[in-house]
């Protein structure tokens, strides 16, 4: 079984941004919190992070042949990235949106995700664990 884990824009500065929202550890503490939670579990873990939209869609493309699932946070891009949102519904493999921070608790223009329609499901706001819930999910919920 292989997953990957895709992070959208500014996730590369976790730890440094707004660290009263997502908290003090980095990008590099999340993929290994990941990893030793799934160390004992045949699942290969793979993770990608870019701040451009278009290498997001081509690492979507390309999970639809190599991946089991995809977790995405997309970031920013969750809320206007119809590009995105096509690119999910573009592919077979399972996809599941997962946001460290409650998005329906912040700013308005947060509240809304127009990637979330073409995922299995979305989970937001249980920090890193989302991450793990959203693996979980993938290998769980049919769909």
């Not at 970031?75 to 999910?88: K, N």
Request: hydrophobic share 40%; aromatic share 12%; net charge negative.
């Amino acid at each position: 079984m292989k997953v990957i884990v895709i992070n959208g824009p500014n996730l590369n500065m976790l730890g440094k941004r707004e660290p009263s929202i997502y908290g003090n550890d980095t990008l590099e503490d999340l993929e290994k919190y990941i990893k030793s939670e799934f160390s004992e579990k045949n699942i290969n873990i793979e993770f990608f992070q870019s701040n451009y939209e278009g290498a997001i869609i081509d690492m979507l493309h390309k999970a639809n042949d190599e991946f089991d699932g995809v977790v995405i946070n997309p970031g920013a891009f969750t809320h206007y990235s119809y590009a995105i949102h096509d690119a999910i519904k573009s592919i077979k493999t399972k996809v599941v949106e997962v946001h460290i921070s409650n998005i329906h608790q912040r700013e308005e223009f947060r509240q809304k995700s127009v990637t979330a329609p073409a995922c299995i499901g979305q989970i937001s706001g249980f920090g890193f664990y989302g991450y793990i819930l959203a693996i979980n999910a993938i290998f769980n919920i049919k769909s």
